[in-house]
Structure formats: structure tokens, C-alpha cells
């Protein structure tokens, strides 16, 4: 991200074609020379981790904008408990519970530097979001005001929250809002989610924004294709997970690959999130082959293609006892001036026998995901 928006090292030495990401709807040009506390660009990170049919455990993607679900997992924890006390006795388990802590711990850490007790809110779109059951979950955990866009304002490049006592300045804001609706003048003059000047404030060294506005570019799909040359670029090292293999349909060679044994193949748009415009080859009906074929045509260089993996499986509790239901794992790391790990993680359940998206979106559950000491 620092070299992205900065010297762009990476693109004039062609490890990474540089139309990808000057072109990327998740580039922004606002960022450019912005120099965010500590370097930490990427405050919140998850990594969805799958275990594939020969046990090989693989980085399926990264979610580096707003990375969601961490609710769920100390939610599981708390029920684990009370369901089953006797279960936990004994077994030094690692807590989640403190992960609110954890959060507003490292982003105290990237406050601006003036700032002695930083005067940190968490960013709401609002009770009509899908997410908006976590935003206020969080914010409790966290100790900090959930606000709405309506709730702030910018004046002579700082933010303030409107509370019964007057105008009160924010120094860090964890935005659960996409870039585009952030700030009308930057970004979609016609969002009224977001915060009129919002950028000048984070651009001037009085606010920091967790995570940076343009980390989209670190979690489009298309880019982790080129993950670990990126890795070996800037240290010198092998990745300690691999990929899923990958096919660029932006390439000649891939896009014909991939239409050619289209059947057998996941395609994914590079840009969604969520398991949503995902077609899965061995499970599609011939219409939505078709249908998939026309979109790759028409717009190769909006998808990827992977083989089908056949995740592995945990006994799950559903209708008639329990079956084998297929499983991912999301860690979280934190980032302040250091990065912090949750000793444990969102495990995600596909909950349809056979179905191989565990998006909850996409009607997916969660399990409890135990790390011992």
C-alpha cells in the first residue's frame, strides 16, 4: 500500500501491471503521498484460510477494506460458555473476549501524534445495513461512540462529533462505510452517508481513518493472483501459505482457459465480496454457464477463474442431526504500531448439504474456533 501511493516501485519494475491498479475502481488518487501513522495502512485485516481435499491449507483471499464477521466469534464464545461450561473446563483455552480492547488499543497507537487520549468513534451507514447488528456489538466491546455520518462534521481540517455538550473532535475514525460514500467531496457527491470534507481532515495529519481510504486495490482478486510475487518483491521470501491457483481472465491465454473448461471452474468478479457473482462450475445448471460465459466476453478483465476446491468439512448440527458441512477460517489481525493476531477466528459454515459458499450473505453459519495456550 506505502509503495502504491507512494514511489510505485512495484509497478515500474512490472512485478505488477501498473494498469491494474491505476485503472482499479479502489485506487485513489486522494491518497497519493498521504503518510498514515506508523505506516499502517490495513488497520483491520481478514484472511479467508481453506483446507483443501489433500489437507494443503491455502489463502483463498484477503479482505482488507472492512473486514466483517469478528462479532460472531466472540458472540460463539459467549454461547459455547454458557451451553457448555463443563466442555470448557481444563483445557486453557485463548480468550476472544478481549478483542474490543485489542482494537481500540491499536488504533489509539495510529491517532495523530498531538493527540494525548485520542477521541476514537466507530462510522455506522446506519440501522439499514446488513452489518449494522456488529457495528453497534463493536462499539460496545469497544467502549466508543457508534456514529452515523449526520453526527460529524469537518471545520478547519479537523472532524468534530455533535454531542449535548457541544462539538467534541475526533481523531480516529473506524469506518465500516465503503470509499465511495465517505466523503461527498471527494468521492460520490451524492452520498449522504458519509462526511462533507472528511479527506481534508485525514489529508491535513488530523484524523486517521482505520482502514485507509484505496486498501481496495490489496483485496481485489486479481491482485492476489500476483500475491506471491508481491511477497518475494518486497522481502525476499516465499510465502508460508500458497494460493489457490489462479487464472488472470484479463489474460489472452487464461480467458481462453477458462472458457474451455468453464464446467470445472470457479469464477468470481475481482472487485465483489460477500459470495456474491460467484459462479461454481461443477454445481452451475447450462443456463448459468451460459450466463457466465457471456459476462467473461464481455468483460474479461472484471474475473478470475480457480479450480474447485473441495473444502473440508466439520460435523455441523442441522435439520435431522449431524452432517458434514463444509468450512473456512478467517483470522483477524490488528494493527496499530504492531500487529496483533485473535487467537482464534470466524469459522464459516456452508449450512446447504453440498454447497461450497459459507458466506453468511449467501445463508452461511458460523462455528466457536478454539486456539489453546
Known amino acids: 500500500m506505502a509503495d502504491i501511493y507512494h ?16 485503472n482499479h475502481s479502489c485506487y485513489r488518487p486522494a491518497m497519493r503521498r498521504l503518510d498514515p501513522p506508523h505506516g499502517t495502512y490495513v488497520h483491520i485485516c481478514g484472511t479467508d484460510i481453506v483446507r483443501d481435499q489433500n489437507g494443503t491449507l491455502l ?80 462499539a460496545r466491546e469497544m467502549g466508543v ?41 471527494a468521492f ?4 449522504m452517508l458519509g462526511v462533507p470534507g472528511i479527506m481534508r481532515a485525514c489529508r491535513a495529519g488530523n484524523l486517521t481513518l482505520a482502514n485507509a481510504v484505496g486498501t481496495g486495490i490489496a483485496d481485489d482478486k486479481a491482485v492476489y493472483a500476483y500475491m506471491p510475487r508481491i511477497i518475494r518483491y518486497y522481502l525476499d521470501q516465499e510465502p508460508i501459505l500458497s494460493n489457490v491457483e489462479t487464472s488472470i481472465c484479463r489474460e489472452p491465454a487464461a480467458l481462453r482457459y477458462t472458457l474451455d473448461h468453464l464446467a470445472s471452474l470457479v469464477v468470481k468478479p475481482v ?66 504500531k504492531e500487529t496483533r493476531v485473535l487467537p482464534g477466528g470466524l469459522t464459516r459454515v456452508a449450512l446447504r448439504e453440498g454447497s461450497l459458499i459459507v458466506n453468511s450473505s449467501q445463508g452461511g453459519g458460523s462455528k466457536d474456533t478454539w486456539v489453546l495456550e
Open 271 to 336: 472487485g465483489e465480496a460477500g459470495g456474491y457473482g460467484i459462479t461454481i462450475g461443477p454445481l452451475a445448471s447450462r443456463q448459468e454457464l451460459e450466463e457466465c460465459r457471456a459476462k467473461l466476453l464481455a468483460d474479461p478483465a472484471n474475473y478470475i477463474s480457480q479450480p474447485c476446491i473441495m473444502l473440508s468439512v466439520a460435523p455441523t448440527l442441522v435439520d435431522g442431526g449431524v452432517a458434514p458441512r463444509h468450512v473456512d477460517l478467517r483470522p483477524f489481525a490488528v494493527t496499530g
Open 188 to 191: 460520490r457527491p451524492d452520498s
Open 145 to 185: 461512540p457508534l456514529v452515523e455520518g449526520r453526527d460529524l462534521f469537518e471545520a478547519d481540517d479537523h472532524v468534530y462529533m455533535r454531542t449535548t455538550g457541544g462539538p467534541s473532535r475526533v481523531d480516529v475514525i473506524y469506518r465500516r462505510i465503503d470509499d465511495d460514500f465517505l466523503d461527498p467531496e
Open 7 to 22: 514511489d510505485q516501485k512495484i509497478l515500474r519494475d512490472r512485478v505488477l501491471p501498473a494498469d491494474l491498479i491505476l
Open 59 to 138: 489463502v483463498l483471499e484477503d479482505n482488507a477494506r472492512t473486514p466483517s464477521g469478528v462479532s460472531y466469534v466472540i458472540e460463539n464464545r459467549n454461547l459455547m460458555q454458557r451451553a457448555f461450561p463443563d466442555l470448557l473446563k481444563g483445557i486453557a483455552l485463548r480468550p476472544v473476549e478481549n478483542y474490543g480492547l485489542m482494537l481500540a488499543a491499536a488504533l489509539a497507537e495510529v491517532a495523530p501524534a498531538a493527540c494525548e487520549t485520542p477521541c476514537i468513534v466507530l462510522l455506522s451507514p446506519g440501522i439499514y445495513n446488513s452489518a449494522y447488528f456488529e457495528h453497534v456489538f463493536l
